[in-house]
């Protein structure tokens, strides 16, 4: 924020407004931008698809009109949704797993020294090897399936939260004891905020790694859903299809991020005078 | 780090802890909020739930809260004091919706000087509240820390290698020294308050000097 240059000591209370306002101007101007680069890739693609002159290379409105044929049909929504809920299911498994046993292992050195070999073992594990022992193991159900996308995933929530819980401030803790705090209180206001940017790194790379591993999990060992769709159409060669879908859900999760995950992110960092 | 360390506070006194750096004077004040447990001896508070506060060097604000979300989140069920006039007393109002981080150090530790103050305490612990601020403002906090005080008859214990600052504030001096440290000597410092002019402090902190000259220095 080089443009908001003014001294801090000279700036009068109602600074922050007038900070959040200047940021809504300037997100403004950037995202004529985006719109511009995309509109971009779409001239480069369509471009690229006219001169291969192919079938397994479609134009992006073939793209479009099978999205549309695909919606119109119902066929597009349920695949979405049963992905989207795989989705929603193991990152939601994940994070609380990995929350409490990364917070367990910076606050304890015990913890950490005794589990640290089942995380390096479990983060150097091939997503793949973890899918498959995941269905022989428990059989080709849905449990497998979300628990093969939360093994993959926990690993990761737990470093990163290990680190956030190595990070609190014992300075705060101890002003918190001292004004005795009750134990909600000092989760909300003590020990959460200093967690979020944390937590926020966690759901963010989460996110986007789940989904990428519940097609896998969809295209092994079940009937439905994005990734079953995807293997579906990779054996007729429909590449129309399979990007079709692709940009689907891609497009549900920039919808995600933007409705969601940033207005949020906002919210719970306008105390921050400067993005770190 | 310590040892026969013993000393007692009246009621509604005001009484600093001198001593050298590495004196074990923040050592003590932990014990006494119970931070430091890795001791043998016994701290008697006055009675069961006595309210002991506390500010330490750094203001140790919630930098996600606001100045006034701050002072009330330290506040005990059934405590309402007169925020209003608490800021007003310590010019806060200003800034009451501001957020720490947008606040200059002298302010940040206004605030904690009102936490500190909100939760009407018995005790009242400082660390060396005034360290590395201008001396115009810190003067400004002692005044305003000494006028609390007056109104409201809490016993306070101050941490300070500052003893002019001692000798203006206090009623007592604890001196602490050594290595475990110890209790070296206590001072009363029996001047008015309205009497606490230059020269006076000057004068009384030289004839502690003359008794404790391998402790006190100027």
């Not at chain 2, 720490?100 to 002298?106: I, W």
């Amino acid at each position: 924020m080089t443009g908001g240059g003014l001294p801090l000591s000279a700036v009068p209370p109602h600074t922050t407004r007038r900070r959040g306002t200047a940021g809504g101007r300037r997100r403004g101007t950037r995202l004529p931008l985006g719109l511009f680069s995309l509109a971009g890739a779409l001239a480069l693609w369509a471009l690229a698809a006219h001169l291969a002159d192919d079938a397994t290379v479609p134009t992006p409105l073939d793209v479009a009109a099978f999205m549309v044929r695909e919606a119109a049909s119902g066929e597009l929504f349920l695949h979405l949704g049963i992905t989207l809920a795989r989705v929603a299911a193991a990152f939601t498994l994940s994070m609380l797993i990995g929350t409490g046993v990364g917070l367990l292992m910076g606050q304890n050195r015990t913890a950490d020294r005794g589990l640290d070999p089942w995380l390096i073992l479990l983060i150097n594990l091939p997503a793949l090897v973890l899918i498959v022992l995941c269905y022989i193991w428990i059989g080709l159900t849905e449990a497998a399936a979300i628990t093969a996308v939360a093994l993959n995933k926990i690993p990761n929530v737990v470093i990163t939260l290990r680190e956030g819980a190595r990070a609190l401030d014992p300075g705060l803790s101890e002003m918190a004891r001292v004004y005795r705090f009750s134990r909600a209180r000092r989760v909300r206001d003590v020990i959460l905020p200093q967690l979020q940017p944390y937590l926020a790194a966690a759901s963010r790379s989460g996110l986007a790694l789940i989904w990428k591993i519940v097609l896998v999990v969809e295209l092994i060992g079940r009937s439905n859903g994005v990734g079953f769709q995807i293997h579906l159409y990779f054996q007729f060669f429909d590449v129309t299809a399979i990007l079709g879908y692709a940009l689907a859900f891609v497009a549900v999760m920039l919808a995600i991020e933007y409705a969601l995950v940033q207005p949020l992110e906002k919210r719970v960092s306008r105390w921050r005078i400067r993005p770190a | 780090m310590l040892r026969d360390l013993a000393f007692s506070l009246e009621p509604g006194s005001f009484t600093c802890l001198i001593g050298p750096s590495g004196s074990g004077k923040t050592t003590t004040l932990r014990i006494l909020l119970g931070l430091d447990t890795d001791f043998v001896g016994s701290v008697a508070l006055p009675g069961h739930d006595a309210r002991i506060a506390a500010v330490f060097q750094e203001p140790r604000l919630l930098p996600w809260r606001t100045v006034e979300q701050n002072v009330r989140l330290a506040l005990p069920d059934g405590v309402t004091p007169d925020l209003d006039g608490l800021f007003d007393a310590l010019g806060l109002s200003d800034v009451r919706d501001n957020f720490p981080g947008e606040l200059s150090l002298g302010l940040a530790r206004r605030v904690a000087l009102a936490r500190a103050f909100a939760i009407d305490p018995d005790v009242l612990l400082l660390d060396e509240p005034f360290v590395s601020l201008d001396e115009a403002t810190a003067q400004r906090l002692r005044g305003l820390l000494e006028t609390l005080w007056l109104k409201r008859g809490v016993t306070v214990l101050m941490v300070t290698h500052n003893l002019r600052e001692a000798a203006r504030l206090a009623d007592r001096l604890v001196l602490m020294a050594g290595q475990p440290a110890h209790i070296v000597g206590e001072e009363e410092i029996d001047l008015a308050r309205g009497a606490r002019d230059r020269d006076a402090v000057e004068a009384r902190l030289n004839r502690i000097m003359q008794r404790h000259p391998e402790t006190v220095r100027i």
